[in-house]
């Protein structure tokens, strides 16, 4: 307890949001989709959550190729996360994604992911000669765009998140009680409209940087 209450309210959030993610999926795995019949019609209100998994399964085999079952559940984990995060003032939490120690966190984990596909598909050795490329002079530029990554992956989420809530406050104090009416319709565009699209940035570049350190023979995934 006394943990807890050493904790700020972004990090409770956090912690809040990810245990009831985890207990959601896995009470609707054992719960619903094992009693679910793969030969059988697809139920409706399960078309929402294969479209998210294909989505998300379709631009990293475009992306990633023959290792994309290596990657997709985490950049879908990541896209679910994001998403619940941003959106966390609906349910009257303190949003996660306006602490930058949250956005470091979730840049840092993102970053490891694309280091550790470089070594999964060159090897060790071929991971430190692509530093490498396109010739040696290039060494430091090569590492500082490395070093670099997660800093910009985490300021660019942070940045939206915070302008975002810059932009409501404004509104809020320039309006005063004539802003009552319309702020649901506010609160609606920044908390899930932008909060969509934050995700899709965060998660693409993320994907495309892991791309990036992979092996060209390697992107190409065939049935």
Do not use: H
Request: hydrophobic fraction near 55%; charged fraction near 10%; charge should be positive.
């Amino acid at each position: 307890m006394t943990i807890l209450y050493s904790l700020n309210k972004p990090m409770l959030s956090t912690i809040i949001i990810t245990a009831v993610l985890c207990v959601f999926f896995i009470l609707f795995y054992f719960l619903a989709l094992r009693k679910i019949d793969p030969l059988k019609k697809t139920p409706k209100w399960l078309i929402p959550f294969l479209f998210i998994v294909d989505l998300i399964n379709v631009f990293v085999k475009d992306n990633i190729g023959v290792r994309w079952k290596t990657f997709a559940p985490w950049f879908l984990s990541l896209t679910i996360f994001i998403f619940f995060a941003n959106i966390s003032a609906v349910y009257l939490l303190e949003n996660p994604t306006s602490y930058i120690m949250v956005t470091f966190t979730l840049a840092m984990c993102s970053f490891f992911v694309i280091q550790g596909a470089g070594i999964l598909s060159n090897g060790g050795l071929g991971y430190l000669k692509s530093f490498l490329d396109p010739n040696p002079i290039m060494l430091p530029m090569n590492i500082i765009s490395d070093i670099s990554l997660p800093i910009s992956l985490c300021l660019r989420l942070f940045g939206n998140v915070i302008s975002g809530t810059a932009i409501t406050i404004l509104i809020k104090s320039s309006f005063g009680w004539l802003s009552v009416p319309i702020m649901p319709f506010i609160n609606l565009l920044f908390d899930i409209a932008f909060s969509i699209i934050q995700v899709a940035v965060f998660v693409i570049l993320s994907i495309i940087f892991t791309s990036m350190k992979i092996k060209d023979e390697e992107k190409i995934y065939s049935k």
